[in-house]
C-alpha cells in the first residue's frame, strides 16, 4: 500500500484515496529517504519498559513498517495491559486504533468508549477548540469498530463542532476531518441523505479553515502541526478552494528534519506515515544526527509569573541562568531551582513528554482551566521543556494561564 492510503492515527482502510497525483507529488526522493529511517530509529528507540505506552508510535510503527520488532512487541503488550479507568477518552481512543492496527482484540475498551461518547458535551457552547480534540480521537475508533451505532454520537459532534465559535486549532480541526471522514464514507446504505450532508458541511467549513493556515513555505499552522493537517487534507471529500502544493509541504518538512527538529517520538509519530512507504522496510541511518556544535555557556533569562486573580501567591520573579550551549529548556529550569528555591517545580509525563504542571507550588488545574504556558518573548513555544533549545540571551518566560 502506498504512503497516500495511509492516514495517521486513524487507519482509514474504507475512505478513499488520494489522486496519483498528488502520490506522485509527495514522494519522498530516494535520496532523502534515510532521513526518514533515522527518525523512525531514533522514535522507535523511544519505547522502553519503563517509558510512557504511546499508542502513536505504535500505530506510525504499523502503519511505517517497524524496524525494532522487540520494540513494537513490548509496546503492544504495554497498551493491552493499560487500566481504562487512567485513560481520557482520547487515549482510549487511540489506544483501540493501536490495538487494531497490531491485530489485537481491544477488548471491552470499545464498549467503555461507545458509552462514555453517549454521555459526551463541551464544557461550554463556545469551549476551546482543543476540547474536540479528545472527542475526534473517539469517534476516528469507534468508526472504525462500529461505524452505525456511531452515526447519532456522529451528528451530535457535528452539529456542536459548527456551532463553535472558538479560536481555529489546526490540530484538532485535522483530527475532526479524519474522525469525520471516516463516518461520512462510512454511512450506511439507505440511511437519511442528511447524515452525508450534516458531515460534507462540516468538513468543507474545517478543511477551508486549514486551508488557510498554510504558510508560503508549504508548511501548515506549524511544523508540528502539518503531519495532521497533511493527512486530513489527503483524505477529505470536501477538498479546498485553496490549492495546496503538497510536495512543497513534504520539502518543507525534509528541510526541518535536516536541521534536527523532530526529535520528539510523538512528532515523529504524527509525521512518519505521510512520508513512509510502509513496504519499505526501515535501514539503520548512515550518519547519526545533528549534535551541539559548542560546548560554551549561554545565558538565559527566564521568569516566573503569576498574575492570575483567586490565585494565592502572586509573583513575577526572574532569574538569569548559565548553561552550556545546546541544552534543552528543562536543564534551565532544573539550574533556576538550585540557585533559588523559589523557581521549585514539578512535571508529569504525557505522550508528547515531559509537561511542567506545577512552579512555586501553583499546579495546574483542569477544572479551573490553569496550565503554565511558557513563552520566548511574547510567541508560545510549540516544544516541550524536554525538546525546546534556548538560544544566547533568549528571554523564557513561564506565565500561569487560563484558557
Same mark, same amino acid.
Given at each position: 500500500?502506498?504512503?497516500? =492510503?495511509?492516514?495517521?492515527?486513524?487507519?482509514?482502510?474504507?475512505?478513499? &484515496?488520494?489522486?496519483?497525483?498528488?502520490?506522485?507529488? *509527495?514522494?519522498? %526522493?530516494? =535520496?532523502?529517504?534515510?532521513?526518514?529511517?533515522?527518525?523512525?530509529?531514533?522514535?522507535?528507540?523511544?519505547?522502553?519498559?519503563?517509558?510512557? %505506552?504511546?499508542?502513536?508510535?505504535?500505530?506510525?510503527?504499523?502503519?511505517?513498517?517497524?524496524?525494532?520488532?522487540?520494540?513494537?512487541?513490548?509496546?503492544?503488550?504495554?497498551?493491552?495491559?493499560?487500566?481504562?479507568?487512567? !485513560?481520557?477518552? &482520547?487515549?482510549?481512543?487511540?489506544?483501540? @486504533?493501536?490495538?487494531?492496527?497490531? *491485530?489485537?482484540?481491544?477488548?471491552?475498551?470499545? +464498549?467503555?468508549?461507545?458509552?462514555?461518547?453517549?454521555?459526551?458535551? %463541551?464544557?461550554?457552547?463556545? #469551549?476551546?477548540?482543543? #476540547?474536540?480534540? &479528545?472527542?475526534?480521537?473517539?469517534?476516528?475508533?469507534? *468508526?472504525?469498530?462500529?461505524?452505525?451505532?456511531?452515526?447519532?454520537?456522529?451528528?451530535?459532534?457535528? /452539529?456542536?463542532?459548527?456551532?463553535?465559535?472558538? %479560536?481555529?486549532?489546526?490540530?484538532?480541526? =485535522?483530527?475532526?476531518? !479524519?474522525?469525520?471522514? *471516516?463516518?461520512?464514507? /462510512?454511512?450506511?446504505?439507505?440511511?437519511?441523505?442528511?447524515?452525508?450532508?450534516?458531515?460534507?458541511?462540516?468538513?468543507?467549513?474545517?478543511?477551508? /479553515?486549514?486551508?488557510? /493556515?498554510?504558510?508560503?513555505?508549504?508548511?501548515?499552522?506549524?511544523?508540528?502541526?502539518? &503531519?495532521?493537517?497533511?493527512?486530513? !487534507? +489527503?483524505?477529505?471529500?470536501?477538498?479546498?478552494?485553496?490549492?495546496w502544493n503538497c510536495k512543497k509541504t513534504t520539502d518543507m518538512i525534509l528541510n526541518e528534519i535536516k536541521q534536527g527538529k523532530f526529535h520528539n517520538p510523538m512528532s515523529i509519530a504524527q509525521i512518519l506515515p505521510s512520508l513512509k512507504d510502509h513496504e519499505v522496510q526501515p535501514t539503520l541511518?548512515?550518519?547519526?544526527?545533528?549534535?551541539?556544535?559548542? =560546548?560554551?555557556?549561554?545565558?538565559?533569562?527566564?521568569?516566573?509569573?503569576?498574575?492570575?486573580?483567586?490565585?494565592?501567591?502572586?509573583?513575577?520573579?526572574?532569574?538569569?541562568?548559565?548553561?552550556?550551549?545546546?541544552?534543552?529548556?528543562?536543564?534551565?529550569?532544573?539550574?533556576?531551582?538550585?540557585?533559588?528555591? @523559589?523557581?521549585?517545580?514539578?512535571?508529569?509525563?504525557? +505522550?508528547?513528554?515531559?509537561?511542567?504542571?506545577?512552579?512555586?507550588?501553583?499546579?495546574?488545574?483542569?477544572?479551573?482551566?490553569?496550565?503554565?504556558?511558557?513563552?520566548?518573548?511574547?510567541?508560545?513555544?510549540?516544544?516541550?521543556?524536554?525538546?525546546?533549545?534556548? $538560544?544566547?540571551?533568549?528571554?523564557?518566560?513561564?506565565? $500561569?494561564?487560563?484558557?
Amino acid at each position: 500500500m502506498a504512503w497516500f =492510503a495511509l492516514y495517521l492515527l486513524s487507519l482509514l482502510w474504507a475512505t478513499a &484515496g488520494t489522486s496519483t497525483q498528488t502520490q506522485s507529488s *509527495c514522494s519522498v %526522493p530516494s =535520496a532523502q529517504e534515510p532521513l526518514v529511517n533515522g527518525i523512525q530509529v531514533l522514535m522507535e528507540n523511544s519505547v522502553t519498559s519503563s517509558a510512557y %505506552p504511546n499508542p502513536s508510535i505504535l500505530i506510525a510503527m504499523n502503519l511505517a513498517g517497524a524496524y525494532n520488532l522487540k520494540a513494537q512487541k513490548l509496546l503492544t503488550y504495554q497498551l493491552m495491559s493499560s487500566d481504562n479507568n487512567d !485513560l481520557t477518552i &482520547g487515549q482510549l481512543g487511540l489506544t483501540i @486504533m493501536a490495538l487494531t492496527s497490531s *491485530c489485537r482484540d481491544p477488548g471491552d475498551k470499545v +464498549s467503555i468508549l461507545q458509552r462514555q461518547m453517549e454521555n459526551w458535551a %463541551p464544557s461550554s457552547p463556545n #469551549a476551546e477548540a482543543s #476540547a474536540f480534540y &479528545g472527542p475526534s480521537l473517539a469517534i476516528l475508533a469507534l *468508526c472504525q469498530k462500529n461505524s452505525e451505532a456511531t452515526l447519532p454520537i456522529a451528528v451530535r459532534f457535528a /452539529k456542536t463542532l459548527l456551532a463553535n465559535s472558538s %479560536p481555529f486549532n489546526v490540530d484538532t480541526g =485535522a483530527m475532526a476531518t !479524519l474522525a469525520l471522514t *471516516c463516518m461520512y464514507n /462510512k454511512i450506511p446504505v439507505g440511511s437519511e441523505e442528511g447524515y452525508r450532508s450534516l458531515f460534507g458541511q462540516v468538513l468543507k467549513d474545517i478543511v477551508e /479553515k486549514i486551508s488557510m /493556515k498554510i504558510k508560503d513555505n508549504g508548511i501548515i499552522g506549524d511544523i508540528y502541526s502539518t &503531519g495532521l493537517a497533511m493527512q486530513a !487534507l +489527503s483524505v477529505t471529500p470536501e477538498p479546498s478552494k485553496k490549492e495546496w502544493n503538497c510536495k512543497k509541504t513534504t520539502d518543507m518538512i525534509l528541510n526541518e528534519i535536516k536541521q534536527g527538529k523532530f526529535h520528539n517520538p510523538m512528532s515523529i509519530a504524527q509525521i512518519l506515515p505521510s512520508l513512509k512507504d510502509h513496504e519499505v522496510q526501515p535501514t539503520l541511518p548512515s550518519n547519526p544526527g545533528p549534535g551541539p556544535t559548542s =560546548a560554551s555557556n549561554i545565558t538565559v533569562i527566564y521568569t516566573i509569573n503569576n498574575q492570575l486573580r483567586g490565585v494565592e501567591l502572586l509573583f513575577n520573579e526572574t532569574i538569569n541562568v548559565s548553561v552550556k550551549s545546546g541544552s534543552v529548556l528543562l536543564v534551565v529550569l532544573e539550574e533556576a531551582q538550585r540557585k533559588n528555591p @523559589m523557581f521549585k517545580f514539578e512535571t508529569t509525563m504525557t +505522550s508528547w513528554g515531559l509537561v511542567v504542571s506545577s512552579i512555586n507550588n501553583i499546579a495546574e488545574n483542569v477544572n479551573h482551566k490553569t496550565y503554565w504556558q511558557f513563552l520566548s518573548g511574547v510567541t508560545p513555544l510549540n516544544e516541550g521543556v524536554a525538546d525546546y533549545i534556548p $538560544f544566547n540571551h533568549e528571554h523564557i518566560t513561564a506565565n $500561569f494561564t487560563q484558557y
